[in-house]
Nanobody
Framework: QVQLVESGGGLVQAGGSLRLSCVDS????????MGWFRQAPGKEREFVGS????????GYADSAKGRFTISRDNAKNTVYLQMNSLKPDDTAVYYC?????????????????WGRGTQVTVSP
C-alpha cells in the first residue's frame, strides 16, 4: 500500500528556494513512477514534474523547466522537488503522487496515489 506524506513547504521570498520531500511508507516505492503536481487557489491541479522508478528519466512542465529538479532516493522511499528562483506564481499546494504505469507520465488521471499536500507561498 502506498502512503505518501509531503513536507518542506513554507513561506519564501521571490527568488528563493525550497526543497520538498515526499516519503512513502509502503514497501514498493521503487516500482512506482512518481510525480509532483500543484494546485493554486481557484485553479485546477496541474503537472509539475515526474520521475521514473530508477530516477534515470524525468519530465517537467514548461513552467518548471530550468528552475525545478525532481529526484528520488529509493533507499529512503523518498522523492524530492528542488525549487529554485521561485516566483509568486509558484504559490500553491504541492502534491506528490505515485503511478504504476510503465513510463513516466504527466497525465493526472494516471496517478492513483496522492499525498495530502504541502503549502508553498512565495511573496513578492
Amino acid at each position: 500500500q502506498v502512503q505518501l506524506v509531503e513536507s518542506g513547504g513554507g513561506l519564501v521570498q521571490a527568488g528563493g528556494s525550497l526543497r520538498l520531500s515526499c516519503v512513502d511508507s509502503g514497501r514498493d516505492f521503487r516500482t512506482y513512477q512518481m510525480g509532483w503536481f500543484r494546485q493554486a487557489p481557484g485553479k485546477e491541479r496541474e503537472f509539475v514534474g515526474s520521475i521514473n522508478w530508477s530516477g534515470a528519466s524525468t519530465g517537467y512542465a514548461d513552467s518548471a523547466k530550468g528552475r525545478f529538479t525532481i529526484s528520488r532516493d529509493n533507499a529512503k522511499n523518498t522523492v524530492y522537488l528542488q525549487m529554485n528562483s521561485l516566483k509568486p506564481d509558484d504559490t500553491a499546494v504541492y502534491y506528490c503522487a505515485a503511478t504504476g504505469v510503465a513510463l513516466i507520465t504527466r497525465n493526472i488521471d494516471d496517478y492513483g496515489y496522492w499525498g495530502r499536500g504541502t503549502q508553498v507561498t512565495v511573496s513578492p
